[in-house]
């Protein structure tokens, strides 16, 4: 008898430990790796998620900031995590898409992390601080223009999603910034507010609070729709900039060899979250659209992110954008 438990034992060791660590999954903490500094609108949008995830999991879900870098030293702590399920990352299109056209990064966005649901997608705001004399867009466009190459303009970083968004505002209306890269969103924010930076773009999750207060201006929403939580700010085609839409979207992966049964469990709670009344309405508060239910499942996130990589970085490598 004696000889015939180690056996099994034995038998249970070769198989590998994924299937049982799956079927105990998860049986302590999970930590969630935002690749930003807290307070800006990936951090917000992965609190919101964590808080619901961790009623189905059953475990908390602890949320750590590693900024720096546009988040390229988290998503590289990520990928060399331990593919348990217990290090997981929620990022944004600056994360998995920008970062690899701007960056020469050791790991492959696409192909080394495996993807686990699309979470939400929201547009930008136009902001500026609010000491500038413009009223509306039409206005700004044209006090920019009066001052070409002395404008700053606040970033996330190198390839952040303002930054993007600020090279092809530029094309289009003949403006011209200095570009102001700081560790994340939450520091643009920060000092925009304080009115040492004139203008940039942000997502509704961080700005609409301090657009609410009068602490800074908001000139337009790049969608085609009026957002439902800010409906006096117009949209860039009512504003006089047709056509300038700009959608950043956010995502859930984890390393690449974790078990399909625990992104399985991972990607239930996420699909919980997201039909949550109380998470919903928060998310539309933020002006974040939730994906459809058919895309919100590993497989549509992997389509999703290829489909973002083939469309962006050839317009970000002809841009010349590249960190130093």
Request: proline residues 7%; aromatic residues 6%; contains cysteine.
């Amino acid at each position: 008898m004696k000889m015939l438990t180690i056996a099994l034992a034995l038998a249970a060791i070769l198989a590998g430990p994924s299937k049982a660590t799956a079927q105990t999954y998860p049986s302590r903490p999970i930590t969630m790796i935002v690749p930003a500094n807290a307070g800006g609108p990936t951090d917000t949008i992965g609190r919101i998620l964590a808080q619901r995830m961790q009623v189905t999991l059953g475990q908390n879900v602890i949320i750590e900031n590693i900024g720096g870098a546009s988040g390229t030293l988290a998503t590289n702590r990520v990928v060399r995590a331990t593919p348990d399920g217990y290090t997981i990352c929620l990022g944004g299109w600056n994360h998995f898409v920008a970062n690899g056209a701007a960056y020469s990064l050791p790991y492959d966005l696409l192909n080394d992390f495996a993807p686990v649901s699309l979470v939400a997608s929201g547009p930008q705001l136009i902001l500026s601080k609010k000491d500038i004399p413009a009223n509306n867009l039409q206005e700004l466009m044209a006090w920019l223009n009066a001052r070409p190459d002395s404008v700053t303009f606040g970033t996330g970083g190198v390839a952040a999603p303002g930054h993007i968004s600020g090279l092809a505002f530029e094309k289009i209306t003949g403006t011209r910034f200095v570009y102001v890269p700081h560790r994340g969103a939450a520091p643009a924010m920060q000092n925009l507010v304080a009115g040492q930076l004139d203008i940039t773009f942000d997502q509704p999750t961080s700005a609409l609070a301090q657009v609410r207060s009068g602490a800074i201006k908001a000139y337009a929403v790049t969608a085609k729709t009026r957002m439902a939580s800010a409906p006096d700010i117009p949209t860039v085609d009512e504003a006089g900039l047709p056509g300038f839409y700009v959608s950043i979207w956010h995502g859930l992966w984890v390393p690449k060899a974790t078990p399909k049964e625990i992104i399985a469990k991972l990607n239930a709670a996420i699909v919980d979250a997201l039909a949550d009344a109380t998470v919903r309405a928060r998310l539309a508060d933020l002006a974040q659209d939730i994906p459809a239910g058919d895309q919100q499942n590993p497989d549509a996130l992997y389509a999703h992110h290829k489909a973002e990589i083939e469309k962006w970085w050839p317009i970000i490598k002809a841009a010349n954008v590249k960190a130093e």
